[in-house]
């Protein structure tokens, strides 16, 4: 909470974590994971059938994997960062002291997958002239597709330690948050997926990169799609395995939350749009192994777009089941410990806020003192008039009939009871009301709330500069 | 102290602070040798391409140089983020508030370099599909070498804010940031560092054995290549002096101490034997290039140290005030945390001995949020609904398990399938009460 808030009205935080987000787990399951044992098991076949033109397929394939990898791959990772630092840096930043060690070796094991790519791929043109060379080449190869996945295998231990950190509130260690219970069947789960992804990813621009009624394309496909389909095979284990550990609440929950009726509904079609996204995989797995080399490639092209859209779909129901927390039990959505939430409701969150303009709640500065609530309460998910606007939500709660504060003040009070995705208000009543009061106002005359990179910060006053706390004698000079 | 004091993250360091220090300079000093080498890289090779419509050679050598920026740039990307992650570990309270306020800038970063390396990757693989639009070519170069020149200038006014909390009320955006005193000087200081590491960097390589072969360069043509490139780093020396200076005279005295002066004059000191050197091989053509060649890279090696202990020292001495003021607030934060919890706790203790209507409480947590005793909140209030289920428990249990939509101009109730049949009783018996 204590960090000046970055905020774009229109596209909003969340989204702007997503984008870059999806965009590189996308990259990340199809091109690095999924891929490089593709390449590398068209490079061993090509050593097997002594065909020169599985070397050359591989080399090309592995170009795509090497330019999109190292650039919008690797630059979306390091984004996660910058936007997550942006977004909530409370989350973040507890993250990183707990598993401090665990990116750490990430980094590690990331160094040599990098330059086991640069290596793979420049010494491929060399590694022709022999076939001790290729078979040394090769091994290059096995390495990165081993680190490839190890980089997703810590980083796993992450994601589920935020859904359910398990007894990590107990011991407060590094290996109590990395085997979470979480972790397993996710990275099980994952794997799985990246491979299929991988396939059909390296199916299309296989497809694309030889020519039509050869027996080679019919052999290609054969090869990637008998891979594939033992993949596809495990994916569906894995998925179950994966959704029996989601904790119950988070299941149970979603239809709790009011005016997500549409939100259930989609949710029970995601399953089957889950289900009919890989049948359809399947029925392109095996009637290309059934007429090999006869498909058209804009049917594997769709597969592995179907398969992209259900990896953001998942990714979107994962982050979505985890509220009201960005870490499970620890901290809210909203960037506040749980355990912070006592003395922010007795005392106001606008006493202890370093960076707010208002300090008091008068009658007459009510609607300005409300913005700063909402602006430490409500921006790290909304927005005022873009991506979850808070105004589009009241104007589909009270339509326009007049907002009235006090409706909305009771509803406030006790939204988390309803809406169990919802943390609830963190502040004191007075604040609750001018928050209210700043909502009401929003019917008129709709401002966008601008972020500290276009406003700035306020003036330090006496809360702000001082190193003390209200009643609590000081610790600090005992 | 007139200056912002925020609260840390209240989780202990994973290390001791020590060995935080020493991974982040030893990782920094890696990260910004591979970021000197992509940008020096992508100006020579920008340089030696335009010389190359003149002189097909340097063409040729464009084209090399262009082979050893994708490298370089692939791992500047990923040695950044060691000292990325011990920044954000050591300087959580300033580094995320320095990052928030120049934003818009700072997240741009992400795509700016995905640009650039995708354009650097265009530049390369497709050199040969160039051939007659020299002017293309050269400018996919140009804007890429731009985007790399302007991409420090963020992560240079980000360092710069994070040291100085004092400044935060006044900076507006990244251009106000910019303006800030010294973060323009570093800036030169840091783009001449860039051509003088690349410049020795390619002096070196072009004298290895398997070079004169790839580039097809004459021996006089290869020798005059690697002269112009230490010419570069001659030239790049003395700027890096001078701009030395002209940072030294204008970093705010917060950071300033003893120590951190010696280590600056100690770092320059090293790059004066280094020119001697260097002049006395431009102007007798009769020594061998090499001769000092190893020489001239350990006092470099030597300024890269003392620079970046001195960078650190520097940074502690301007943050130490601010560090401690965050650790007290820190402190009595949390024990004021504590303290408000260990009094909610004790007045929940008292009120559990107040007899509780398990009715009241499963409608406080669930129903309370939409339906208000009198208000018109989201659903009908209280006495709409007593005078429509007045007497029929029965109905609306049925309509809670089963909900519809009845205005027009409201949002549909959801259902409550959690809700056991006893907890559905025990709302309906307090809400028709």
């Known amino acids: 909470m204590d960090f000046p808030i970055f905020h ?114 420049l010494s491929w043109p060399n590694s022709t002239e022999s076939a001790l060379a290729k078979r040394r080449h090769m091994r290059f190869g096995v390495m990165l597709a081993a680190f490839s996945w190890i980089t997703m295998a810590i980083i796993v231990a992450i994601l589920g330690f935020m859904m359910d950190p398990g007894d990590w509130h107990e011991r407060q260690s590094l290996w109590a948050g990395l085997f979470n219970p979480m972790y397993l069947p996710q990275l099980a789960f994952r794997t799985s997926l990246a491979m299929v992804m991988g396939g059909m990813t390296m199916m299309a621009f296989g497809y694309w990169f030889t020519d039509r009624d050869t027996t080679f394309r019919e052999g290609l496909a054969r090869t990637i799609c008998v891979w594939t389909a033992l993949w596809t095979g495990l994916l569906a284990i894995t998925a ?37 996204g890989l049948l359809f995989v399947g029925w392109v797995l095996t009637d290309s192994l059934r007429r090999p080399g006869r498909l058209h490639g804009g049917q594997y092209v769709a597969a592995a777009l179907v398969l992209c859209v259900m990896l953001g779909q998942f990714e979107r129901v994962r982050e979505f089941i985890r509220k009201p927390f960005i870490i499970g039990n620890y901290m809210y959505a909203n960037g506040i410990r749980v355990a912070d939430y006592p003395l922010l409701r007795r005392d106001g969150i606008l006493k202890h806020a370093v960076y707010a303009g208002v300090r008091d709640i ?86 966008s709330y601008e972020g500290v990179q276009v406003t700035g910060i306020p003036k330090p006053d006496h809360v702000a500069a001082s190193t003390h706390y209200g009643s609590i004698p000081d610790l600090t000079h005992p | ?115 650039a390396f995708l354009l650097a990757y265009a530049h390369k693989f497709w050199w040969d599909r160039f051939v007659n639009i020299p002017e293309l070519h050269i400018g996919i170069a140009a804007l890429e070498s731009a985007l790399f020149l302007f991409i420090p200038l963020i992560y240079m ?44 960097f390619f002096a070196w390589w072009s004298g290895r054995p398997a070079f004169q072969a790839e580039v097809k360069l004459s021996q006089p043509l290869l020798q005059s290549v690697r002269r112009f490139f230490y010419a570069f780093a001659f030239g790049a020396t003395i700027f890096q002096i001078l701009s030395g200076l002209v940072v030294f005279v204008s970093l705010p005295a917060q950071g300033m101490s003893w120590g951190v002066t010696l280590l600056l ?74 303290d408000a919890r260990q009094e909610a706790e004790s007045a929940a203790l008292a009120q559990q001995n107040e007899p509780v209507d398990p009715g009241e409480q499963a409608f406080q947590r669930n129903c309370a949020a939409c339906h208000h005793i009198n208000l018109p909140t989201v659903g009908p209030d209280m006495g709409e609904i007593h005078r429509i289920y007045a007497g029929d428990a029965k109905g609306l249990i049925r309509w809670t398990q089963n909900p519809g939509k009845k205005r027009e101009n409201s949002m549909q109730m959801p259902g409550f399938p959690h809700l056991s049949e006893t907890e559905l009783q025990a709302i309906a018996d307090y809400m028709l009460r």
């Open chain 1, 362 to 447: 008068r009658s007459d500065n009510q609607t300005v003192a409300g913005r700063e609530v909402f602006q430490l309460t409500c921006t790290r998910c909304h927005t005022v008039k873009g991506v979850n606007g808070i105004r589009a939500q009241l104007v589909r709660m009270y339509g326009d009939q007049r907002w009235n504060a006090d409706v909305i003040a009771a509803y406030l009070e006790n939204m988390h009871g309803a809406r169990y995705f919802m943390p609830p208000f963190p502040g004191n009543q007075e604040e609750l009301t001018a928050l209210a009061v700043y909502l009401a106002s929003l019917q008129n005359r709709a401002q």
């Open chain 2, 1 to 115: 102290m007139n200056v912002p004091v925020p609260r840390d993250i209240p989780l202990p360091l994973p290390a001791p602070e020590g060995l935080l220090e020493v991974l982040l300079i030893v990782s920094f000093i890696v990260h910004i040798v591979f970021v000197h080498m992509m940008l020096g890289g992508s100006l020579f090779s920008l340089f030696c391409q335009i010389k190359g419509l003149k002189q097909i050679e340097y063409e040729r050598l464009a084209y090399k140089i262009a082979q050893a920026v994708t490298v370089n740039k692939s791992l500047a990307v990923v040695m950044g983020v060691a000292p990325l992650l011990i920044i954000n570990t050591l300087y959580a309270p300033q580094f995320y508030a320095s990052s928030a306020l120049i934003g818009g800038a700072w997240m741009a970063v992400i795509p700016l370099v995905a640009v």
């Open chain 2, 265 to 338: 004059f100690a770092g320059g000191g090293f790059g004066v034997p280094a020119l001697y050197w260097m002049w006395g091989n431009l102007v007798n053509h009769e020594i061998p290039l090499d001769r000092h060649f190893s020489k001239i890279i350990g006092l470099f090696a030597c300024t890269i140290l003392a620079m970046a202990v001195a960078r650190h020292e520097y940074r502690e001495n301007a943050l130490k005030d601010h560090k401690l003021a965050i650790a007290q607030k820190t402190a009595n934060y949390l024990a004021a945390a504590a």
């Open chain 1, 8 to 121: 774009i009205d229109f596209i909003g935080n969340r989204l702007l974590i997503a984008v870059d987000a999806i965009l590189h787990v996308l990259i990340n399951h199809a091109f690095a994971i999924g891929a490089l044992p593709i390449v590398v098991l068209l490079e061993y076949t090509g050593i097997r059938h002594g065909d020169p033109r599985w070397d050359t397929l591989a080399y090309r394939l592995l170009k795509v994997v090497f330019i999109v990898t190292t650039t919008v791959g690797a630059l979306t990772g390091v984004g996660i960062w910058f936007s997550a630092a942006l977004v909530n840096p409370a989350a973040i930043g507890s993250l990183i002291r707990v598993f401090f060690w665990g990116w750490f070796v990430e980094w590690i094991v990331f160094v040599s997958e990098v330059s086991l790519i640069m290596l793979y791929f």
């Open chain 2, 157 to 200: 006014t980000n360092v710069n804010l994070m040291l100085f909390p004092e400044y935060w009320p006044e900076v507006k955006g990244f251009f106000s940031a910019v303006l800030l005193p010294n973060v323009l000087q570093r800036y030169l200081h840091f783009v001449s560092a860039a051509i003088l590491f690349s410049a020795l």
């Open chain 1, 240 to 276: 179950w395995w994966y959704s029996s550990v989601v904790p119950a609440h988070m299941l149970a929950n979603i239809p709790v939350a009011i005016t997500t009726q549409a939100y259930t509904d989609w949710l029970a079609n995601f399953k089957w749009v889950l289900i009919a």
